[in-house]
């Protein structure tokens, strides 16, 4: 097979993690608040652990897309930058660092599920509930996966300015990528600040999180389907030559 041919089926993979990361949020309901009582936490993992579950796959093959498609970006921009690669470096490591905290919050969404999913939670007119059911556990894994959330964004900031100041520099992509870029950057690294902030919107896990959120899925499948494009064979123009005809013989 062509070398365009496995550079764009490379690109692909983000796309395909971009639609993997968009389903798997429909997959179960909204998750409760940072902060929400430890009760209503355990009833949610508890009535949802199945759904969860499988919204964990879908996110963790998302995560082997994003990787693949994490070295095709790399290629891409390298191309364009040349020299040592430094910027693309940056962008591929970045990507590579953002997958870690996120691997944190989604096993500690499943043993928040497993725990929840194995007790008798009480109906909800009851306010209290033995301490042995998994309050005391469930409540805590549910605050880590909403500020591993948050913690991802300090390592997204750098994948976006990367690859947008590669595309400034050498022009990789359209100018309005560069720009969409830069200003999704921004509003990353505001996200990351909200592990200074408990409640609201801005809280880990909150309503700005979640537009981000689905902001970066969309830059994800854009910058898939742009690489794609360029490892696209053009079709060469067809030219038919018509024969001249023949002169008959001076007398």
Known sequence: MA????????AGAGLGAAVLLAVQAFLAPLYPAFGDPPLDVLRYYHANDAAIRVQILFTALAG????????????HLRRSEGDAGRISAVAFGSGIAAAGPLAVAALATATAAHLAGNVAVPSPVFQQVPQFAGVGTVAPL????????????????????????????????????????????VLSLGAALSLLIDTGLFAPGGVYDLVLFGLFVVWLGVTSWLIMQAYTPVAEPVTTTQELPETPPAA
């Open 3 to 10: 070398e365009p041919n496995w550079e764009r089926y490379g």
């Open 142 to 185: 549910h605050d880590m996966r909403l500020l591993s959330y948050a913690l991802t964004w300090f390592a997204v900031v750098p994948l976006l300015a990367a690859t947008a100041v590669v595309s400034a520099r050498h022009g990789t992509f359209p100018r309005w990528y560069m720009s969409a870029s830069y200003g999704l950057a």
């Open 64 to 75: 082997v897309l994003f990787l693949w498609f994490l070295g095709s970006l790399r290629a």
